[in-house]
């Protein structure tokens, strides 16, 4: 058991600022697993050779606290920004990676931008990562009950959408010489309410997509009648559905994470079956509402599924933890899935 280890390096990651910048976390982590860092400061490493090819999916950056940025280990936990998203995983991860006896090619890489664009995710797929099966470590802790770890076969893909109304400017004194662009994007809000949402059922799941305005925005003086108004639409997508539309005078899709589903049961089943080693319960399979990168790696063709430390209520939270007994699991369950797999 590396307990000690895993409870020292995430404090010490935790501790290293990554929501901006993150090279030094990038150089820390390289070091613990005697890795190497790419052009956009993705972190790789591998052992072993030949088939199957798994890997160890993690990010390193994180988003901004709410406050103050403290770390520290209290009532059996590991506190601080990015210690449950996911930086106590990616060390149980890194320590797994270190000990597993593969009978394949075992590697092991941290992303850069999972939190903001992607990037990390999106420069390793387009320069040919391709391993046979990817564990992503995002939380997947009690979903269905209070302290298990969970399996997440499938999640939501979120698409941003920006749509963009022109008016008329006036005096407002004088609204009627005028179009006015807010007034007119009502008519659009009010069909994004009515967007008809796809709903599919996954492994006895129903799953259903959505559309709603997160923000809206009208620039100008305060005594003109505004010529241009413009929203953003936060859509979640479905496995099957993505969801499409074309309102106002443009829509453009600023950013899109594709959804994901496990097909591969022999996957699902080795990850099932290492929970139960390590833990002694049968883990239940879930549908995540958030977004991951495995999304970008099921779209390249990499059989995916995640497993992770992290309880559902805690990343970005303002308080964030992670249970230090649940990363003694899933560092032992990552372990174990690499042996056997």
């Not at 990010?59 to 770390?71: A, L, R």
């Not at 890194?94 to 890489?109: H, Q, R, S």
């Not at 106002?248 to 899709?253: N, Y």
């Not at 589903?261 to 549908?287: A, H, M, N, Q």
Request: hydrophobic share 35%; aromatic share 6%.
């Amino acid at each position: 058991m590396r307990t000690g280890e895993i409870i020292e390096d995430t404090k010490e990651l935790v501790e290293i600022p990554s929501w901006s910048d993150e090279s030094e976390a990038a150089e820390y982590i390289s070091g613990l697993v005697g890795g190497e860092i790419d052009e956009v400061g993705n972190v790789f490493a591998s052992k072993g050779s030949g088939g199957p090819e798994i890997a160890f999916i993690s990010h390193m950056d994180t988003v901004p606290p709410s406050g103050e940025h403290e770390v520290r280990v209290d009532g059996g936990r590991i506190y601080g920004r990015g210690a449950a998203d996911m930086k106590g995983t990616l060390v149980a991860m890194a320590k797994a990676f270190e000990d597993a006896d593969p009978n394949g090619k075992l590697t092991f890489a941290s992303f850069v931008g999972e939190e903001t664009d992607a990037r990390g995710v999106k420069h390793a797929v387009s320069n040919g990562f391709s391993p046979d099966v990817a564990l992503i470590g995002e939380g997947t802790v009690g979903y269905t009950e209070e302290g298990m770890i969970d399996v997440c076969v499938a999640h939501r893909g979120r698409r941003e959408c920006q749509v963009v109304v022109r008016g008329i400017p006036s005096h407002a004194s004088q609204p009627h010489l005028g179009e006015n662009a807010i007034y007119s994007m009502m008519g659009v809000i009010d069909e994004v309410k009515e967007l008809e949402t796809p709903e599919e059922e996954i492994y006895g799941e129903k799953v259903r997509g959505s559309a709603c305005v997160t923000q809206i925005e009208s620039k100008g003086a305060t005594n003109v009648v505004p010529d241009r108004c413009q929203i953003t639409i936060d859509v979640r997508t479905t496995p099957s559905h993505r969801l499409e539309f074309d309102l106002g005078d443009k829509t453009k899709v600023v950013s899109d994470v594709p959804p994901m589903v496990t097909e591969d049961e022999r996957l699902i089943k080795g990850v099932e079956e290492s929970i139960e080693f390590v833990t002694g319960y049968s883990p239940r399979r879930i549908v995540k509402p958030q977004t991951t990168d495995s999304g970008f790696l099921k779209e390249a063709g990499v059989e995916t599924i995640v497993v992770g430390a992290a309880e559902s209520k805690e990343p970005h939270s303002n308080n964030e933890s992670v249970s230090i007994d649940v990363l003694e699991d899933i560092y032992e369950v990552y372990r174990h899935f690499a042996n056997t797999y």
